[in-house]
């Protein structure tokens, strides 16, 4: 059945091809308009609700969709135990182009049955005044607090609207919004913004560790990191971040003005991240935009560490990550955000905006941009985990995750079908990822074959088509007389993947 599905597709790639020569083209997606955010494929969408009473339940290590309105506030449960580690992350996405003002923003808090908050942060656009995705996190840690926030029972997540619409809301900002947050009501604080959540479990440890944070590490930045970069163009959201190593990599497209792209690096236990944005010159335009560029780092459970902003002129600029600590599970006790965000092994997100306001004076030309990553120390052992976490694997770096980030490859790419957990196609399920890119290909091939004949005739075309249709049955036949053969094994799934105000 597997094989005739293939031809009877190929046959379909013709005939979708026959008919386009002839129906009119789809209007095109304006080349100058940024890519829009790209959520999980696999988030399931669920409605927030306006009190704890009706919350819908989150289970760990899936990922949702969901919504927020102008002044929204919305209610979310998790069902926890005494044992395990919560974090909850809420990713902001307002419309590309939209108008917000500095103080707009997304405020996430876990709260138990008693409305003790566990934690909670707060993400505002800030001084780019541009729109684009921002996500804050909150947690549940056992052994964090006596009195609040360690039984089992459930908890709520609660996501909040802030800033012109909703309030100037209080808390600390995160993201791009160092310095003010000051801001007028925006047309863009009317509209509707998506929400990505996403919720990850963390074991228990075996006792006996440090329950205190390094009191001193190198803190001196390396030598930067030089020589041809390497082609890797940035991803459109967590989901689909492109993973990097060490090394220079350049964007293939470069950035447009309200763009935002996502890289991830593996960051072992040990090891020490630094990073630096570069933003290319360009020879149209001309004047000063003013926290132009952002840089944002998040943790594998998307928790926030640091950011940093640059001012663009039309000259080449840059930005630089400050040097953080080596990755190590006592960094969560420390009362500096940038340490304490460094509490896991796994991916590290790397955010780049550039705002919108670069159009204004520079047009909607992408700039060139090239991003250095730097990882020192040897990657060793984790902290001694009692169970696993969820999603599985999230707090290591496995060596699948080295060669995706060396070349390119993403956890989808390097397996298929994997254990996804759902039925999936069965035409690709359980096979291997050549079995699927030449039955893929062939169809491409055939189609392309079709439709480049566009421009001899209606006639020749037909005849064209005729002996595709006749090469397609060939196939067939042939294919049904050959015994099957086992199909390639697929590999382990990949993974996909501060508290300030708290």
Not at 291 to 298: H, I, K, V
Request: a negative charge.
């Amino acid at each position: 059945m597997g094989r005739r599905t293939v031809w009877w597709r190929a046959a379909a790639a013709v005939g979708a091809a026959l008919c386009a020569t002839t129906a009119p083209a789809a209007p095109a997606v304006a080349a100058d308009a940024p890519t829009p955010y790209s959520y999980a494929e696999d988030a399931r969408t669920v409605e927030g609700a306006t009190s704890s009473t009706g919350a819908v339940r989150l289970a760990a290590g899936e990922t949702y969709r969901s919504s927020i309105g102008p002044g929204g506030k919305l209610y979310y449960r998790l069902d926890l135990g005494t044992v395990a580690n919560a974090y909850v992350s809420a990713t902001a996405v307002p419309r590309a182009g939209a108008a917000v003002a500095s103080a707009d923003g997304v405020r996430v808090s876990l709260q138990d049955a008693d409305a003790h908050r566990c934690s909670h942060e707060t993400a505002r656009f800030g001084p780019t005044r541009s729109a684009h995705p921002v996500t804050a996190w909150a947690s549940r840690e056992v052994g964090s607090d006596e009195y609040m926030c360690q039984g089992a029972g459930a908890y709520y997540v609660v996501v909040e609207r802030v800033g012109s619409a909703a309030g100037t809301g209080t808390g600390t900002s995160t993201g791009s919004a160092a310095g003010s947050v000051s801001g007028s009501p925006s047309e863009g604080s009317s509209e509707e913004w998506g929400l990505e959540l996403g919720f990850v479990s963390e074991p228990a440890v075996t006792k006996g560790g440090s329950t205190s944070a390094p009191e001193s590490w190198n803190s001196a930045s390396p030598e930067s990191l030089s020589g041809d970069p390497e082609r890797r163009r940035g991803g459109s959201g967590f989901a689909t971040a492109s993973p990097v190593a060490q090394g220079v990599w350049q964007d293939e497209a470069g950035i447009r003005a309200g763009g935002t792209l996502f890289y991830k690096v593996p960051v072992g236990w040990g090891q020490q991240l630094y990073a630096t944005a570069e933003l290319g010159s360009t020879t149209g335009g001309d004047g000063y935009v003013g926290n132009a560029f952002a840089m944002s780092l998040y943790n594998p459970v998307r928790g926030f560490v640091d950011d940093r902003t640059a001012n663009y002129g039309g000259e080449q600029r840059s930005t630089t990550l400050d040097p953080l600590p080596p990755v190590a599970y006592e960094n969560r006790f420390s009362l500096d955000d940038q340490v304490s965000g460094m509490r896991f092994a796994g991916w590290y997100y790397l955010v780049l905006h550039l705002g919108t306001a670069v159009a204004d004076r520079y047009g909607d030309e992408p700039l060139g941009l090239t991003l250095r990553v730097r990882l020192e120390g040897k990657a060793g052992a984790g902290p001694g985990y009692l169970g696993t976490s969820e999603p599985r694997g999230v707090f290591e770096v496995t060596e699948k995750d080295q060669e995706a980030a060396e070349s390119g490859a993403t956890g989808d790419t390097l397996d298929g079908a994997g254990d996804s957990g759902g039925g999936g196609d069965p035409e690709t399920s359980g096979g291997g990822e050549g079995s699927r890119d030449s039955s893929g290909i062939g169809d491409r091939r055939l189609a392309m074959t079709v439709v480049a004949a566009g421009g001899i005739g209606t006639g020749s075309l037909l005849v064209l088509g005729l002996v595709a249709w006749t090469l397609v049955a060939r196939r067939r036949a042939s294919a049904g007389a050959e015994p099957d053969r086992p199909r390639a094994g697929t590999a382990p799934r990949g993974r996909h993947g501060a508290s300030r105000g708290w």
